[in-house]
């Protein structure tokens, strides 16, 4: 989900008090500001966007194609020309009706966004598919790349985090009701195309604490940028500038002192992209 500054994006620094203004933050803003602050200035506050290839672009658009089709399934309309000219498509829903999450019985909700204030910033999540009754809930995310071997990014990762922290603070749910479950349209080997995540009251306790520290963080770097100050970098050793065949597309425009890596790449050496 974008963040929406669109009607503020061209007079940030002009605005009054951008740090006390109620921003929409998503589960994508919490992790690239983790990640990198600097890059989180560039892409949502200056609209900087990223390149793709046209292999990412075709992958994007199966994706959001595959949200579609279960959400127009949820609702009970034809399907056929999602899957009529895409194999894609046809092979991906037919694993997932031969291969289906563990979905519990209750009401669902498809593409169901839910908010909260948390810290002066609007909190806001979609879920793909949300399945309420009165003992529990279940969050379902389709996820149409391959099934990861180490999980533990995904484990830690905001998205998984969020969503049940936010579905507990916004209803009568305990902890210890709500899962998450994550479908992979694409699994290696015997892998299975579902992953189940408990949740607990001592995971709720430990997002709550890492939120509210990032979210008083990203306050003190609005407070800052409004006085012409750039958000902070990530440290060259953490490998988000630059690591084997990857490089941030910002890397130029935010290092502006030549630097050596190791692979012996002067860093003005490396063109800025402009998009």
């Known amino acids: 989900m974008p963040l929406d500054l669109s009607s503020q994006n061209n007079a940030l620094k002009d605005a009054p008090d951008l740090a006390s203004s109620i921003l929409q933050i998503s589960q994508s803003h919490l992790s690239q500001f983790t990640r990198c602050p600097r890059k989180f200035q560039y892409r949502y506050l200056e609209q900087?966007?990223?390149?793709?290839?046209d292999s990412q672009r075709d992958q994007q658009t199966l994706g959001s194609q595959f949200h579609n089709l279960l959400q127009q399934r949820e609702m009970g309309l034809d399907i056929q020309p999602f899957l009529?000219?895409?194999?894609?498509?046809?092979?991906?829903?037919?694993?997932?009706?031969?291969?289906?999450?563990?979905?519990i019985i209750g009401e669902r909700r498809s593409e169901h966004q839910q908010t909260m204030?948390?810290?002066?910033?609007?909190?806001?999540v979609v879920y793909d598919l949300l399945i309420q009754?009165?003992?529990?809930?279940?969050?379902?995310?389709?996820?149409?790349?391959?099934?990861p071997r180490n999980l533990s990014d995904l484990l830690n990762d905001w998205q998984t985090r969020l969503y049940p922290y936010l579905l507990v603070e916004t209803s009568s749910y305990s902890p210890e009701?709500?899962?998450?479950?994550?479908?992979?349209?694409?699994?290696?080997?015997?892998?299975?195309?579902?992953?189940?995540?408990?949740?607990?009251?001592?995971?709720?306790?430990?997002?709550?604490?890492?939120?509210?520290?990032?979210?008083?963080?990203?306050?003190?770097?609005?407070?800052?940028?409004?006085?012409?100050?750039?958000?902070?970098?990530?440290?060259?050793?953490?490998g988000h500038c630059y690591r084997h065949e990857h490089t941030?597309?910002?890397?130029?425009?935010?290092?502006?002192?030549?630097?050596?890596?190791a692979g012996g790449e002067e860093l003005?050496?490396?063109?800025?992209?402009?998009?």
């Open 177 to 238: 009701q709500v899962s998450m479950v994550y479908w992979f349209a694409q699994i290696r080997g015997k892998a299975s195309h579902s992953l189940v995540l408990p949740y607990d009251s001592a995971q709720h306790q430990q997002t709550q604490e890492q939120l509210r520290q990032v979210l008083s963080q990203l306050r003190q770097s609005l407070s800052m940028y409004e006085g012409n100050q750039d958000f902070s970098q990530a440290p060259l050793e953490e």
């Open 84 to 103: 009529k000219d895409s194999p894609p498509l046809q092979q991906w829903f037919e694993a997932l009706l031969q291969f289906p999450p563990p979905f």
């Open 117 to 124: 204030v948390c810290e002066g910033f609007m909190l806001v």
């Open 133 to 147: 009754n009165s003992q529990q809930a279940q969050i379902l995310d389709w996820k149409t790349y391959t099934r």
């Open 48 to 53: 900087w966007g990223l390149p793709t290839c």
């Open 268 to 275: 003005d050496a490396i063109a800025e992209i402009p998009l």
């Open 248 to 261: 941030c597309p910002f890397l130029a425009r935010c290092r502006v002192r030549p630097q050596v890596f």
